[in-house]
């Protein structure tokens, strides 16, 4: 299946940046994702969720850019955090992934109101480029 990028894009669109959106969105990603699996609540323990939004909103813009374009400046980021997730630093499972994933399927869901079946599998399969360059780095 081809991806629609435009259709991607206007998803994220209509989730983050729409007034009251917004902060729905990455609130309800996290208390998702954090809720999918013990041991990713426990990576998150000490973490500074305001700065971790912020990091959340930048991964996937730049995967959307790195899935579309091959931009480089999206493969830089994600080389950072290929890095950073990998068994030497934050020691990122690769298997967590598919709950990261699910976890924003789930939020999209919700907060897009013209969320469907096939958006779905636009977004799976356009992640799914960024989530394989990042989790090769374990």
Same mark, same amino acid.
């Given at each position: ?39 990713? /609540?426990?990576?998150? &323990?000490?973490?500074?969720? #305001? @700065? +971790?939004?912020?990091?959340? %909103?930048? /991964?996937?813009?730049? &995967?959307?850019?790195?899935? #579309? @374009? +091959?931009?480089?400046?999206? %493969? ?16 990122? %499972? ?45």
């Amino acid at each position: 299946m081809e991806i629609d990028f435009n259709s991607v894009k206007k998803s994220y669109g209509r989730c983050v940046f729409t007034r009251d959106a917004k902060e729905k969105f990455f609130t309800q990603f996290y208390e998702t994702f954090l809720s999918n699996h013990s041991a990713i /609540a426990t990576m998150f &323990s000490d973490t500074n969720f #305001e @700065k +971790q939004i912020s990091m959340l %909103k930048n /991964a996937i813009s730049m &995967s959307i850019m790195y899935a #579309e @374009k +091959q931009d480089e400046l999206a %493969k830089d980021v994600l080389t950072k955090i290929r890095k950073s997730h990998s068994r030497e630093r934050y020691d990122v %499972k690769p298997e967590y992934y598919s709950y990261w994933l699910d976890s924003l399927i789930a939020t999209l869901r919700a907060c897009d109101p013209n969320f469907n079946d096939t958006l779905e599998q636009h977004w799976r399969n356009m992640m799914q480029i960024s989530i394989d360059y990042i989790a090769e780095g374990y």
